[in-house]
């Protein structure tokens, strides 16, 4: 297997990643994956010059979009990831949350862990009124 195709692969891996760990980070890996792929078929580097490309063009497409991308999925430019920008929204339960065993809440275009103190089956709205890491604690909408 080609070098420019094992970046490739990993290039496709980290972008799926972004779909089960939220914050919009993980991509921009992917991206530098693609970039060190693509690079690689035009000519051929050493594996250390790979890493460095791919650690650069992460890195810059990091600093340079992220910005623009999550203002864009927001809406708004305003306003950052925080604790408390999420308390107080409304997202749909989509795997059922029950007391001491998390489920799910979709939110903002992701998928969160969720936790709440009573039972909220899947398809219903829950309310965000707290944020602990990656743990929302919701309640029923």
Do not use: N, Y
């Not at 890493?51 to 623009?68: T, Y």
């Not at 430019?77 to 308390?87: E, R």
Request: net charge neutral; glycine share 10%.
């Amino acid at each position: 297997m080609s070098a420019s195709l094992v970046w490739f692969i990993a290039g496709i891996v980290l972008m799926i990643l972004e779909f089960v760990i939220p914050g919009l980070i993980v991509i921009f890996f992917g991206v530098g994956a693609w970039v060190a792929a693509l690079l690689l078929l035009i000519i051929p580097f050493s594996i250390e010059f790979q890493l460095g490309i791919f650690l650069v063009s992460s890195v810059l497409s990091l600093i340079l979009l992220r910005k623009f991308l999550v203002s864009r999925r927001r809406g708004s430019g305003d306003k950052d990831l925080t604790a408390d920008s999420l308390v107080g929204l409304t997202g749909e339960v989509s795997a059922e949350i029950r007391p001491g065993h998390a489920g799910s809440l979709f939110l903002r275009g992701t998928t969160w862990k969720a936790e709440s103190s009573e039972m909220i089956p899947a398809g219903e709205k829950a309310e965000v009124t707290g944020r602990d890491g990656l743990v929302l604690t919701v309640r029923k909408a």
